[in-house]
């Protein structure tokens, strides 16, 4: 019988959430153990975007994501729509840069983990975590089993104090302890592709905010929005969004939706078959909180395990850094404490500080989805919004979650002031 290995801390996942997890607990002297079920280097569906709060996230982890090792930056965004485009430039705030960022996710991933390895943090590639171990009488969560990816004969057991699930969309771990998704809640799906484009040297995140599927304004609209922006070596990461404010099927054919934009495209793009670099990939994006709690007898959820996508613009790599860098200052925290019962009172700082940090934003970012997920009322707003700059700046400011929740101008005060009149997501 295999004999069961330790640790003060499991983190299920080596995506953004569980690499900022282990990183803070390691650097805190804590000992973590992280396992991932791929083998690094290893590809992931979207998220090679960066907002400035995600970078923000990053440059408070010790990274400073330079130029010369392929970092691409973007100014700010560059929206389209109703026949109309305007630039909105990233706003300067002092709680982040005035700049986003860019890589491929096989990279970004691959930097985060190895940052996480050299701040002391112990991880196992080509483990599968098959499921908790439950302690019979608390039904606390106290370990995980384990396979290898590869050869699943044989069970490993690890135990800890904590364990955290940063598993993504599937929260293995958090549907068997019976914390299923909220059907209520919004959730988003992506599609993306790499063209080699001309638009690989714009300093903008490209945006259409209505999707026509022949000559706009003349031929049906689709539902969602697309986007485009440049990740080096000549490269852009072009996809399309789309939104649902429940997590019902919505019958849609991304990826017919998908082709049709691109179909329609200018050809001064150049996105097409001949310049396209590797398959139309997509994923579900679990939003504002849709799986909750995220903490309860010794289990918490980070990122996508626990539905932390934004609903405003289908971001998960922000949001999931901030619950990993709060998710490790309450376990330290909580491991100073000698009883369970201490050590819970302290982890329940957790979705505290993570209810006061998105729960408002989320909310209006429901109510945002149940807007624009009709493509008649998203036509509309488009039309009578992109005329008006300063009304764009505010919402720009909202979709990517980039206004100053503590100081600011008037529209980082009315954004905060909004959040804390809605109900806590």
Known sequence: MAMTEYADVIVVGAGPGG?????????????????????????????????????????????????????????GVRAYGAGRMIEVPWP?????????SANRRIDFDQMLISHAIASGARVREAVTVTGPIIHEKSGRVIGVKARSTHDRKQEMTFCARFVVDAGGVAARLATSVGREKDMKRPMGVAYRTYFESPLAHTDMMESWLELWAGKPGHSEQLPGYAWAFAVGDGLINVGLGSLSSTAKPSGI???????????????????????QRGQIRGAALPMAFNRKPHYARGLALV?????????????????ALVAGRLVADAIAQALAHATLGQQDR??????RKLTAELGGYYTLGRIFAALIERPEI??????????RPTLMTLVMKLLSDSYDRHDGDWMDRLITALTKVVPQA
Request: with cysteine; hydrophobic share 40%; net charge negative.
């Open 346 to 351: 302290v982890m329940a700082e957790y979705p």
């Open 19 to 75: 690499a900022a997890t282990a990183h803070y607990l390691a650097q805190n002297g804590i000992d973590v153990l992280v396992f991932e079920k791929a083998t690094f280097p290893r590809d992931k569906i979207c998220g090679d975007g960066l907002t400035p709060r995600a970078v923000g996230e990053l440059i408070r982890m010790g990274l400073s994501l330079p130029e010369e090792d392929g970092w691409v930056r973007n100014y």
């Open 253 to 275: 054919d991304h990826r017919k939706v998908f082709q049709q934009w691109l179909d329609n495209t200018p050809e001064e793009w150049q996105m097409n078959a001949d310049t």
């Open 92 to 100: 300067e705030l002092a709680s982040m840069p005035a700049w986003g």
């Open 303 to 319: 990122g996508d395990a626990g539905g932390m996508v934004s609903p405003f613009n289908g971001e998960g790599i922000g949001p």
């Open 378 to 387: 998203m036509h509309l707003c488009v039309r009578y919004g992109l005329p």
